[in-house]
């Protein structure tokens, strides 16, 4: 029997200090009484009785507490089923929320002087529950150790444990236990529960595992994982999918256990957690360009509510939290609690509880049925006290007062979830929301207290009865902007930057160091003041790579088996700090100036455009307090470039304190170390190891004078005679190797070696020399001489691998878009989720080396400038859905070819050449517009580019909804069953499905016409919506027959090639009487009958 229940008046909590219990409001009982008393005996009189009330009201949680939480808690582990009766299961998630609810009225009662142990009873149950969820992990170190190698779903910690012995109850092949929001969630209360004074990391051992768990969520950006749902992507099968909450989660972790000790005020200086700045970034991106969206199957969950606001705040950009939470609320919200998200059949009645995955098409047929959860009224409820929101209070505390349920002790419960019974369950889905919904057993019975949601419920309650404040429930202030939360003391970094986009104070420093004496005296005539090398010391230039083997002793626990941080290199963030370790000061160079095993740092135009973006983007993501320190290192092969004078411009405009628009600071290091950002790596005092590091160092000259100043050459272009090298694949590996002896070009050089290596391999020797040291000699020599063909052959047939282009990738495919890799007219290889660089790098020497010895290099390099383009130019991508690099490659050629043919081929262009190019052929309005451009030449590009109008998937779904046989793309069926039941006009995966289905044409003009033909055929069903097709809507055919009808008309050859000239108002003319020849005949209609102009 379902009973409402009075929750209570709303209070809001807007102060931002403390309040003592006597800083109370009288009640208006009170206030209302005669004067019986003088004045000041009143004031004593209600402070005590406010006082006393408040202890009264306490009490009372506390013995809910006791009787709905506490009484569930394992006496040997400490953790928490999810259902009270289970005496098996212990979820850690809704373990750490359980603990989250005792500690907030263990917060709460703070403010009580005598609490009769209370708080110490309280406090240590919760440290009891953290310490059980270490304990289990700790027996799982291995796996957070392979983890950090491959984040795959097998190498997972676990979520599920036995309650009683902590022990494993399913393995990663029967539970989906990566789920990454779970670890996140684990660090970020285990920050605000240190710093509210419980002591729950005891050894070194366990600080050494928290920092590899730190290592453990930093890839959230691009790992695929089940989400807080437990269930992958929205079909249910098996599926795990890149989460936007669980990517936010981490980002929020990241930032809360940055420069934390573990062991408190009084800990020691080795026992603090250290995060990688350029990690969160990644995350902070992936996850603000991912939302609205939950992944690529979900438009939204109701997970992203526990990201955006309580207990995560993970955005504190105002905009994308409301258009989050308005389409979450407007997508989800019922009238019994949210749904988790659309087509979501956990436990509803028409689910086969006997089956763990979803068969294809099934989850259309939990469309309008989902259970609606309770559970997130309460989180609307905190997140209205925390957003000063009243009517948000009210409104969501009325909802839940009417779907609760109250015990024989009068104690709240909160049901799990509300499903439709299943004898209303076609009435539901003919008309959702008319009617009536049953509670779920979990939840609504004394013995299934449902814990998460009662721990929820027991927060919100304190929160609304103004027991809890605020702040008290969030001492480490996350739901603040970083810039307005407290200052941390300390000597370590901390997250203190704006909040969003660049502070309007923020300068970046700049440090200009010259690589020699000479170098610095070449510098200075233009007017240029540089420092070298020696000029700084004490402090040391250092190359990344340097401090990524400090930071490999981080985290270092032998007996857990644990290695300490991944070699990652060290992105732009991180490098813009100081850094102090065993008494020396470092500052690192980015890792644009390395001595890259790729070619881009050869290429001085792309140099100059790197400085500028990195300065940009440092000056934009900066979050950290003190100011950012780029060290530009300029070297002397910068001078032999005939750009060099691009170089000396930009550091002229530099030093007038801008680079565009951007404030900087050109200054000696020594005066810019008190404004700068200083990390202090104390962890190494506490190992054993002797450090043996490698700065940069200076080069040195006999002499710095005006003539070893001219002794610079300038590096000119090489050109050479092309010959054909085929033949020799097909002699003596002896008369080859004879051959490259006598070989002078340095195109010949490569071509032979090319040969050699396929034949013989890289370590092969010739005069003691192997084929990889003179492939090496080759590419530094050709780089030097900007031989860009003899450059990127060498690069591919040593396999090398563009730098950091995983992040890139993963940026791609988080703005919705999938990527190919593959050369045409060979297979393609579909990527749809994030992968590592060695998965990476197979890929790209087995699917395109194999075929195009260049394609194997400018593929990666496409990667790498649309995984920036993206995230700063992103209309540039509207209506590109999957981006295939070979056939953009490809679109590339077409445009040299019919806008400027003098050009070389590509493979001999400059990288910043095709950066250009690329940045040219993707902004289509441009050269659309050029007179020279034919209906032909746009189709072609515009095809080989995958280019489709904004509403175009929506028109496909149109047709697929009228044509019960379904649509045929070059031999592909697109069946209207079970795709329309499978999904949804908005899901994402229908349209990368169609996508998929164009992809197959061969012809990139042949693939536009079939888009124009779709317009065509989705504009004559919504103009006649009783329009019903029954046969296979086959695009071949009715091109085909488009092209006779043209052919007859115009009296050509009928091979089809006039057609695709011709423009778009011809071709759709011809397309619609072809529609309309086959509407007629499929449907034996009269003439007449569809309405087409």
Wanted: contains cysteine; charged residues 20%; aromatic residues 10%.
């Amino acid at each position: 029997m379902m009973r409402g229940i009075s929750i209570g008046s709303v209070s809001l909590a807007t102060s931002s200090y403390y309040k003592s219990p006597a800083d109370f409001a009288l009640s208006e009982d009170f206030r209302s009484r005669p004067n019986s008393v003088g004045e000041g005996e009143q004031e004593t009189l209600a402070k005590s009785t406010n006082y006393l009330h408040i202890v009264r009201q306490l009490d009372l949680h506390y013995g809910i507490v006791k009787r709905k939480i506490l009484k569930y808690q394992s006496p040997t582990t400490g953790l928490f089923p999810r259902v009270a009766n289970d005496q098996i299961h212990a979820y850690i998630r809704d373990s750490i929320y359980c603990a989250a609810g005792v500690w907030s009225l263990y917060q709460a009662y703070k403010r009580i002087d005598d609490d009769r142990g209370k708080s110490h009873e309280l406090g240590q149950s919760v440290v009891k529950c953290m310490r059980g969820i270490l304990f289990c992990w700790l027996r799982q170190a291995s796996r957070v150790q392979d983890f950090k190698k491959n984040q795959t779903p097998k190498n997972a910690l676990h979520s599920i444990f036995h309650l009683v012995t902590g022990e494993p109850v399913f393995d990663c092949e029967n539970y989906g236990h990566l789920q990454l929001d779970i670890p996140s969630l684990y660090l970020i209360y285990l920050v605000q529960m240190i710093t509210s004074g419980l002591q729950i990391i005891y050894t070194m051992d366990e600080v050494n595992f928290i920092q590899n768990l730190v290592y453990y969520v930093e890839r959230a950006y691009r790992t695929s994982d089940f989400g807080m749902w437990e269930r992958g992507n929205k079909y249910n099968n098996g599926t795990p999918e890149v989460h936007a909450s669980s990517i936010g989660m981490a980002k929020a972790a990241l930032e809360a256990v940055n420069g934390c000790n573990l062991f408190g005020e009084k800990g020691t200086a080795w026992s603090v957690i250290y995060v990688d700045i350029d990690a969160h970034n990644r995350n902070r991106s992936i996850f603000e360009t991912l939302l609205p969206r939950e992944s690529s199957s979900k438009n939204t969950d109701s997970a992203l509510l526990a990201t955006i606001s309580y207990p995560t705040f993970a955005t504190h950009d105002e905009a994308l939290y409301e258009r989050t939470k308005e389409k979450l609320i407007r997508k989800l919200k019922g009238e019994y609690g949210f749904k988790r998200f659309l087509r979501d059949g956990y436990k509803t009645a028409v689910e086969d509880p006997e089956r763990r995955f979803y068969n294809s098409g099934e989850s259309k047929n939990f469309d309008t049925i989902e259970n609606e959860w309770p559970l997130m009224y309460i989180y609307m409820i905190i997140d209205g006290m925390y957003k000063n929101k009243p009517d948000q209070v009210k409104e969501y505390q009325k909802l839940l007062h009417n779907r609760v349920f109250k015990d024989y002790q009068e104690d709240v419960l909160i049901p799990m979830y509300y499903s439709v019974p299943e004898d209303c369950i076609e009435l539901e889905r003919i008309n959702p929301h008319s009617n009536h919904r049953i509670p779920s057993e979990a939840g609504s019975q004394p013995n299934k207290v449902f814990l998460w949601g009662q721990s929820l419920y027991l927060i919100s309650q304190l929160l609304v009865e103004n027991l809890l404040h605020i702040n008290e429930l969030d001492p480490i202030r996350r739901y603040l902007p970083s810039y307005s939360r407290p200052r941390r003391t300390g000597r370590y970094s901390a997250f203190q930057g704006s909040a969003i986009g660049t502070a309007t104070d923020l300068v970046v420093q700049v440090v200009l160091i010259a690589e020699s004496a000479r170098l610095q005296a070449m510098m200075a005539t233009y007017g240029i003041q540089t420092q070298t090398p020696h000029e700084v010391e004490p402090i040391q230039i250092w190359p990344q790579q340097e401090l990524v083997k400090v930071y490999e002793h981080l985290g270092v626990n032998e007996k857990l088996g644990l290695e300490g941080r991944p070699p990652r290199p060290i992105g732009s963030l991180g490098t813009s700090k100081l850094y102090r370790l065993l008494g020396n000061t470092i500052l690192c160079y980015p890792i644009m100036f390395g001595i890259s095993d790729f070619y881009f740092s050869h290429d001085m135009s792309l140099l100059i455009d790197d400085i500028k973006n990195e300065l940009h983007f440092i000056a934009r993501y900066w979050r950290l307090s003190g100011r950012p320190t780029v060290c530009l290192l300029i070297r002397e092969e910068h001078m032999r470039d005939e750009k060099f004078r691009e170089l000396i411009d930009l550091l002229a405009m530099m030093k007038s304190g801008y680079c565009d628009k951007l404030q900087v600071r050109i200054g000696r290091l020594q005066n810019l170390i008190s404004s700068s950002c200083v990390e202090h790596l104390d962890f190494l005092h506490n190992t054993n190891i002797e450090f043996k590091f490698s700065p940069f160092q200076q080069v040195q000259h006999k002499s710095v004078g005006y003539q070893s100043l001219t002794d610079i050459p300038k590096f000119l272009a090489l050109q050479e005679p092309i010959q054909n090298f085929k033949p020799f694949n097909e002699k003596k590996t002896e008369d080859i190797v004879n051959a490259l002896r006598r070989e002078e070009t340095l195109y010949g050089q490569s071509q032979l070696l090319g040969i050699l290596v396929k034949r013989q391999g890289l370590k092969f020797e010739i005069d003691q020399v192997t084929l990889e040291d003179y492939l090496h000699a080759l590419s530094g020599n050709a780089g030097a001489r900007r031989y860009w063909q003899v450059v990127r052959y060498c690069s591919s047939v040593l396999q090398q691998l563009v730098d950091s282009i995983s992040p890139y990738l993963t940026s791609i495919l988080v703005h919705g878009k999938q990527v190919t890799f593959g050369v045409i007219g060979h297979e393609e290889v579909l990527i749809d989720r994030p992968l590592n660089p060695s998965e990476i790098h197979s890929l790209v020497y087995n699917t395109i080396q194999p075929y195009d010895m260049y394609h194997a290099v400018l593929q990666q390099e496409i990667v790498q400038y649309i995984g920036k383009l993206i995230s700063t130019v992103k209309h540039l991508f509207t209506g590109i859905l999957k981006i295939r690099i070979g056939w953009i490659i490809n679109a590339m050629t077409l445009y040299v070819k019919h806008f400027h043919p003098e050009t070389e081929p590509l493979e001999c262009l400059s990288p910043s050449a095709i950066r250009r190019l690329l940045t040219e052929v993707l902004n289509v309005n441009e050269w659309t517009n050029n007179p020279r451009c034919t209906p032909l030449h746009r189709r072609q590009i515009e095809g080989a580019l995958g280019l489709v109008p904004c509403d175009f998937y929506d028109r496909v779904w149109v047709i697929l909804a009228k044509a019960s046989g379904g649509i045929v793309v070059a031999g592909y069926h697109l069946p209207q069953e079970p795709t329309i039941y499978d999904m949804t006009l908005q899901d994402l995966n229908f349209a990368l499905m169609v996508e998929n289905m164009l992809s197959r044409i061969p012809q990139p003009e042949q693939r536009q016409i079939v888009v124009e033909l779709m317009i065509v055929l989705s504009t004559m069903i919504r103009r006649n919506p009783e329009l019903m097709v029954e046969e296979k809507i086959d695009t071949d055919k009715l091109v085909e027959k488009a092209i006779k009808l043209f052919t007859t008309d115009k009296g050509k050859d009928g091979k089809g090639l006039t057609f695709y000239s011709a423009p778009p108002s011809s071709t759709t003319r011809y397309l619609a009487r072809a529609v309309v020849n086959f509407v007629l005949k499929e449907t034996s209609a009269a003439p007449g009958f569809c309405n087409v102009s």
